[in-house]
Each structure stands twice: as C-alpha cells, then as structure tokens.
C-alpha cells in the first residue's frame, strides 16, 4: 500500500548540523569515534537559504566546502544560449562542493531547489581534517568518486533510456539515496520539483514530462498527491526504471 503524505521536505534530524554527513560519509566508508568527533569538532556556520539561491558560481573561487542540512540543492550546467541541464540533484546530509578541497575554480553553479540549511566549512580547515585523518581522507575521496559513478549513470540514463524508463530510474534513484540516508523511503517521498526542473534534469521537456508523469500513474507505478510520490510497489517501479542502486556503492535497503 502507499503512505500518505507525512511530512514536507527531508529535514535535519539530528542535533548537529554535521550528524548527516557523518551518516552519508559512513554509508561508504567506515569511521571510529574519533574520527566522527573531529568531523564534529569542524569550525563552520549554518546559514539558511531560499530556494533558488546560488551557493556555488561558475567561476567563482571558493574559500569553503558547503553541506546540505536540510532541504534540497541542485548542480547545474548553462550553454552560451542559456539552457540548462541539471547534472545531480542532492539531499541532507550531503557535500555540495568537495572539488573544491583541491580545484580552485567552480566550472559548475550549484543552486537550492528549496529554502534549505547549508553547513559552511572553511576549506583550509576540511584539507587539514582530510589529511590528518586518513578514514576521514578515504571517506571524502569515496564520496566524490560515488558522485563520479552517479553523474555516469545519469549520462547512459539521459543518453539510453526512453522517457518512461528515464523518469522512473530517476524516481528510484530519490529514493534510494533518501533511503540510505534514513529521510523517507522507498515507498513514498516529496520530490519538490517542477516539471521544468525534471525536464532539465533529464533532457525532456515539461509537456513530455507531465505527459510521462501521468503514464506512470496511469499503470500504478506511482501515485502523487501533489509533489508527493508514492510507490505501491518498489519491485515493478525498479523493473520498470532498469534501476539497480550497485551505482550509489550504498549501504541501502532499496535493491
């Protein structure tokens, strides 16, 4: 059966803003108690911000490394005529900006899709945490190289799949990392995305995803109130999709 709506969008669920990436660091890697105190012990500050705000610029050169706390951001590319495409899309918990540890120029904006909590970490400050804790190191460089593996799967996803199987992959995907992270589940979740937004993450437009959106209820894949995406069976949603979440290298009950 499908839950009911039960709550708006992931919210912290811890007393430290950075008790979540502990948590998606450890989905990856393993971390004692010390290394998970001096992840704790990290000089930063939480600012909130409305959706659509900009965290990151392409261009810009950066002094901190940014976490999401609560809420939802969004990595994005834009052509030279102004059209976009939504590269990952990332839930509490996660770190929005780790290349910069290491690059010095953003090639990418990075943008809140909803008002959102973000923990902002000098950058000098998370180079010494990662060198002096090697857990810590292997943890972050895991992290980025699981993003690497999902940017592949949405490559193949936007290139390969048709519409059907493309928006189904991408709902299970949510629903997988949210899983993982303990924020919702597998059988239902906001998704507070536009069609607009959803047609930019996966190269179609709005009218196709609407009209896709609607083919999925149609076969009981999913059932929506509002934005939020029920699934009354996880097992034909992922058949569906072509979804295995061997990519997200998680520690997840959605497989």
């Known amino acids: 059966m499908a839950i009911a709506p039960s709550s708006p969008t992931p919210a912290k669920t811890a007393t430290s803003p950075l008790a979540l990436m502990i948590r998606k660091l450890e989905t990856h890697a393993t971390l ?8 704790q012990a ?49 839930i509490p918990g996660e770190p929005l900006d780790l290349q ?9 904006n990075v943008q809140t899709l909803t008002r959102a909590e973000v923990a902002i970490i000098p950058r000098a400050a998370l180079q010494e945490l990662a060198l002096s804790h090697p857990a810590i190191g292997h ?5 980025t190289l699981v993003e690497g593996s999902i940017f592949r799967e949405w490559a193949l996803n936007v290139g390969r799949r048709d519409a059907r199987t493309r928006l189904a992959h991408f709902l299970c995907e949510v629903a ?26 996966l190269g179609l437009t709005a009218v196709h995803v609407n009209r896709t959106m609607k083919l999925l209820e149609s076969e009981g894949l999913i059932v929506r109130t509002r934005r939020w995406i029920s699934i009354p069976s996880w ?11 061997r990519y997200l290298h998680a520690r997840s009950k959605a497989d």
């Open 176 to 201: 997988a990392r949210l899983d993982a992270q303990g924020l919702d589940g597998v059988r239902g979740y906001e998704l507070p995305m536009s069609q607009e937004q959803i047609g930019d993450a």
């Open 139 to 143: 943890a972050l460089f895991v992290n």
């Open 32 to 39: 004692d108690r010390r290394d998970r105190e001096a992840i």
């Open 235 to 245: 097992t034909a949603l992922r058949e569906v999709a072509d979804f295995s979440s």
């Open 100 to 108: 910069h540890l290491f690059l010095d120029l953003a090639d990418h």
């Open 42 to 90: 990290l000089p930063h500050h939480v600012r909130t911000f409305d959706a659509s705000a900009y965290l990151v610029r392409e261009g810009d050169s950066l002094q901190h490394c940014s976490v999401l706390v609560s809420g939802y951001a969004f990595r994005q590319k834009v052509t030279g005529d102004g059209l976009r495409q939504i590269v990952s899309l990332h």
